[in-house]
């Protein structure tokens, strides 16, 4: 749950392709923006939660889309926001350690989640109790560092030390499928060291399916020792 509470108060500006410039920064936001509208087909959402929701700046965005949401991060641990909104809340722990079931008031049916996953010690955990406290009909958005993208342009630079997981397709696809969830869209953003979206649901009707994952060690291996001996003879 990185600390990010000053990035959303410079400046935002969309450039024609409907990418945000904080400075001289390209954030994803307004690409997360686009994808969750594109396949939330405009659903209003009665209960909208926010794992590792930072400064609120993803909920207070997302205010036209639901009645209820809910901010969860431990940076609010023992504090609230001064708001006049009352149909906004913050839980102050983590996914791992909040007891959901006694914290929300109802079932959320949509959860979102930007860049917090990579740094959850037990990300299977965490996903498991999202799926229990959830609706059945709950959609949910994550947005995280993308695997293959570092792998296939060999840029073990932007691995950073604070991120516990790097997820690929593959492996997020089988993490969902043990848990019970069914991939429903992938988004792609090629900017801030490229990252993955997904959106995805309960899977009603669970089968046993093989899945394989798409980057083996061999080539990982291959590729990181590339990326080694060219930085030395640089």
Request: aromatic share 12%.
């Amino acid at each position: 749950y990185p600390d990010l509470a000053n990035f959303s108060k410079s400046p935002v500006i969309c450039n024609r392709r409907n990418r945000c410039v904080h400075k001289n920064f390209i954030s994803i936001s307004c690409f997360f923006h686009d994808f969750f509208r594109g396949i939330s087909s405009s659903r209003k959402f009665d209960c909208i939660v926010d794992v590792g929701c930072n400064d609120l700046f993803l909920l207070n965005e997302m205010k036209s889309f639901g009645k209820f949401r809910v901010g969860l991060d431990p940076i609010w641990k023992n504090k609230k926001p001064v708001t006049d909104d009352h149909n906004l809340m913050v839980i102050g722990e983590t996914v791992e350690t909040a007891n959901l079931d006694k914290e929300l008031t109802s079932k959320p049916d949509l959860i979102v989640s930007r860049h917090t996953l990579e740094h959850m010690s037990n990300p299977a955990l965490a996903l498991s109790k999202l799926y229990d406290c959830s609706s059945d009909n709950a959609l949910f958005v994550f947005e995280f560092p993308c695997l293959d993208f570092l792998v296939s342009r060999g840029r073990f630079d932007q691995i950073f030390h604070e991120h516990l997981n790097y997820f690929s397709r593959s492996s997020l696809s089988i993490l969902f499928h043990k848990i019970g969830f069914k991939v429903v869209e992938w988004g792609q953003s090629y900017h801030n060291w490229g990252s993955l979206l997904v959106a995805f649901r309960k899977d009603t009707k669970k089968q046993n399916k093989k899945l394989k994952l798409t980057i083996n060690r061999r080539e990982f291996k291959s590729r990181r020792d590339l990326f080694f001996s060219q930085m030395k003879n640089t």
